[in-house]
C-alpha cells in the first residue's frame, strides 16, 4: 500500500481537538488564577483587620485581665480574634469570668462584654484549702494570697456541693435572719449544721430542708420566739431542740 493510500487526518477535526485543548488549558489558568487572588486577598484581608483597639465593658478586674490577654498576643490578625475562638480562650484562662460576648467592628476594633462571676461563699476543699464558690454551684478557683472576702464557709465533700448550694438559695430566700449573718454551713453525718453570727445555731435533716424552713420560719415569728436569737436543733421531726444562743456558742 502506498503512502498516499494512507487516510489523511481531516483538518477540522484537528483544529477542534487543538481548540478543546486550548480551552481545557485555559480553563485551568483560569482557575489556578482564581485560586491565587483568592489566597493573596484573603492573605491581604486578615493582615487588613488586625485589632488595633477595644472596648470592654464590665468589672474592673476583668476589663484589666482582658486587655492583658488582648495586648499579650503576638498577632491580633483576624484569624487569631475570631470572637468564638477568643471567648473559649478567656473562659479557660480566667476563672472569674462567668461569661463573654465579643462582637467585631469593621475594620480593626472589638467590642467586649464580660460578666463576673458572684461569689457566694468559699468552700474548704479535702486538701483543707479554699476555693471561692460562686451563685451558680461551682468552685471555680483558689483563694489567694492577699483576699479576705467576707463570704460563709462551705465544709462539706465535694460530692455534697450540689446541696450546699440549694441549702444557700434556700437561706437566701428566708426571712428569718439577715443573711449576712451566715457564717458557716458545716454537713455531719446526716444533718446540716449552719451557724450565724450571735450564737445562732440550726441543726437540719439532709432531705428535709424546705419542710424544717418553713416551720422554723412560722415558729419564729410567734411572740415567744422573735424576740430572742435561739439555737435549734431540728433533726427529729417529732421533737425539736430550741436554747437561748451564745456568742460564740454551737449546739
Excluded: C
Amino acid at each position: 500500500m502506498s503512502r498516499s493510500n494512507h487516510r489523511r487526518a481531516d483538518p477540522e477535526v484537528v483544529k477542534a481537538k487543538r481548540m478543546r485543548t486550548a480551552s481545557h488549558m485555559g480553563k485551568m489558568f483560569a482557575l489556578i488564577a482564581l485560586i491565587g487572588a483568592t489566597l493573596f486577598g484573603g492573605w491581604w484581608l486578615n493582615g487588613a483587620m488586625t485589632v488595633a483597639k477595644w472596648q470592654i465593658e464590665g468589672d474592673a478586674g476583668l476589663k484589666l485581665a482582658i486587655a492583658e490577654q488582648l495586648e499579650a498576643m503576638p498577632k491580633r490578625d483576624f484569624i487569631n480574634t475570631r470572637p468564638d475562638a477568643l471567648g473559649e480562650i478567656w473562659m479557660q484562662r480566667l476563672p472569674d469570668m462567668d461569661s463573654v460576648q465579643i462582637s467585631r467592628v469593621l475594620p480593626d476594633a472589638l467590642h467586649i462584654r464580660a460578666v463576673a462571676r458572684v461569689p457566694a461563699a468559699l468552700w474548704q476543699d479535702e486538701k483543707s484549702q479554699l476555693q471561692l464558690f460562686d451563685d451558680k454551684g461551682n468552685a471555680y478557683r483558689m483563694l489567694q494570697r492577699g483576699e479576705s472576702p467576707d463570704l460563709p464557709l462551705l465544709r462539706v465533700a465535694r460530692e455534697q456541693l450540689p446541696q450546699a448550694h440549694a441549702l444557700l438559695q434556700l437561706l437566701h430566700r428566708q426571712e428569718m435572719i439577715n443573711i449576712s449573718a451566715l457564717s458557716e454551713i458545716r454537713a455531719a453525718n446526716r444533718y446540716w449544721q449552719i451557724y450565724f453570727s450571735k450564737g445562732v445555731a440550726w441543726k437540719i435533716p439532709f432531705g428535709q430542708e424546705q419542710e424544717a424552713m418553713t416551720q422554723l420560719s412560722s415558729l419564729l415569728k410567734q411572740p415567744r420566739w422573735s424576740n430572742r436569737n435561739w439555737r435549734v436543733d431540728a433533726r427529729l421531726q417529732t421533737r425539736w431542740f430550741i436554747r437561748p444562743a451564745k456568742y460564740g456558742g454551737v449546739i
